[in-house]
């Protein structure tokens, strides 16, 4: 059998293969909570092994964008049951991504039209939230400036995480995943070129920057279980305004190291090679990426390993077999090949997805893409 159909067991969680569904933004929720055309969605893709749900926002300070649905309100929590129950009559599995934007939002997503919050108060050049323009459009607007966070009320996010970790338990999420990516809240406070903080969060020190992340996975591990707890990170991603940095390698050992030490269930790594042009000089995004989840596999043994981005069967079996990874994910394969599973298996050829219908709309390009049919069924149908 391929290394990419073997089971895994993660944290207790059986998987059937090796298969993850990544979270891909939808925004499918007119009213911010997850519908039937939502669970029916992620129960056409119930084959994978670990579905990870679209980023949810923790609170309506953490959302960055319009039409997610978040996991802080009763009608919200209900909209997810609504999801996890259709995924889990089908057998499958899945994990919720808690999502705080930092200042990666527009000030028509927070409440009362505030500011958004951040490790700094400095804006995220060029970078979009999908928010609502000056003549009512929505779309994607550019980031408004954030304020910084004081020292007293970081403790109120870390426990918004905590509640929404409690909140998706609630509401029959296997785990949750921490969206610590793509130049979001805790990307904030790791980069030294993003936090400029002179308190407990030194941006000076890897201790510090690495603080607010070991706050929130402490939190979250004592609300639901460690074993239910995975991270994505992306540690030489330039997505959301993101700068590289020089000891980025020190400081990603060093996280990967005292998130092993907390037993949590993953590490889920985007690979943005091919997103960005690489610096002159500078290895190709994916050789930093293994050279890292090498590293962790030493100073982390016991926590599974997860990477996305550009895969392909072959690169993910290669990846597999090697000891690398754990799980290969997959993200916009699946938003048009609901059966992308047997597809991979049996080597059919894929769909392609409609772009133009990724972030709006109702069941165009979202629950309409058709399952592969072999040429002998469609002959005998």
């Given at each position: 059998m391929e290394a990419l159909f073997k089971p895994f067991d993660l944290s207790g969680l059986t998987l059937p293969n090796r298969i993850f569904m990544a979270p891909?933004?939808?925004?499918?929720?007119?009213?911010?909570?997850a519908t039937d055309l939502v669970a029916l969605y992620y129960?056409?893709?119930?084959?994978?092994?670990?579905?990870?749900?679209?980023?949810?926002?923790i609170s309506q300070e953490?959302?960055?964008?319009?039409?997610?649905?978040?996991?802080?309100?009763?009608?919200?929590?209900?909209?997810?049951?609504?999801?996890?129950d259709s995924v889990h009559a089908v057998g499958g599995r899945m994990f919720i991504q808690l999502w705080h934007v930092g200042r990666i939002a527009h000030t028509s997503n927070q409440p009362d039209g505030r500011a958004p919050v951040s490790s700094t108060d400095r804006p995220a050049e060029g970078a979009m939230a999908f928010g609502r323009a000056d003549d009512g459009t929505i779309g994607f607007v550019a980031a408004s400036r954030p304020r910084a966070l004081e020292t007293d009320e970081v403790a109120r996010v870390v426990e918004d995480f905590a509640t929404a970790a409690r909140n998706a338990i609630a509401a029959g999420f296997d785990g949750v995943e921490l969206h610590a990516a793509n130049g979001y809240l805790f990307d904030q406070f790791?980069?030294?070129?993003?936090?400029?903080?002179?308190?407990?969060?030194?941006?000076?020190?890897?201790?510090?920057?690495?603080r607010f992340t070991l706050e929130v996975v402490d939190a979250v591990s004592a609300a639901v279980g460690a074993h239910r707890v995975g991270?994505?990170?992306?540690?030489?991603?330039?997505?959301?305004?993101?700068?590289?940095?020089?000891?980025?390698?020190?400081?990603?050992?060093?996280?990967?190291?005292?998130?092993?030490?907390?037993?949590?269930?993953?590490?889920?790594?985007?690979?943005?090679?091919?997103?960005?042009?690489?610096?002159?000089?500078?290895?190709?995004?994916?050789?930093?990426?293994?050279?890292?989840?090498?590293k962790w596999r030493s100073v982390a043994p016991h926590t599974a390993i997860l990477l996305d981005g550009g895969m392909t069967k072959a690169r993910a079996n290669e990846l597999i077999t090697n000891g690398v990874i754990d799980l290969a994910g997959f993200g916009q394969p699946f938003i048009a090949n609901p059966d992308l599973v047997a597809r991979l298996r049996h080597d059919w050829p894929l769909n392609q997805p409609d772009r133009a219908t990724y972030y709006e709309g109702g069941a165009k390009g979202y629950v309409d893409y058709p399952p592969y049919r072999p040429a002998d069924e469609l002959v005998a149908a």
């Open positions: 891909l933004t939808r925004s499918r929720g007119p009213d911010d909570a129960t056409q893709r119930a084959t994978a092994g670990l579905i990870v749900s679209e980023g949810s926002p953490g959302q960055g964008y319009f039409y997610n649905p978040g996991i802080f309100t009763p009608e919200q929590i209900a909209g997810w049951r609504r999801v996890t790791l980069n030294p070129h993003i936090n400029d903080r002179t308190d407990r969060y030194l941006a000076a020190t890897i201790k510090g920057r690495m991270i994505r990170l992306t540690p030489y991603g330039v997505i959301g305004s993101v700068p590289m940095f020089d000891d980025a390698e020190e400081t990603y050992v060093a996280l990967g190291r005292a998130l092993g030490e907390r037993g949590i269930a993953y590490f889920h790594v985007m690979d943005q090679t091919g997103f960005f042009n690489t610096p002159a000089g500078q290895k190709p995004t994916s050789d930093l990426i293994k050279e890292l989840l090498i």
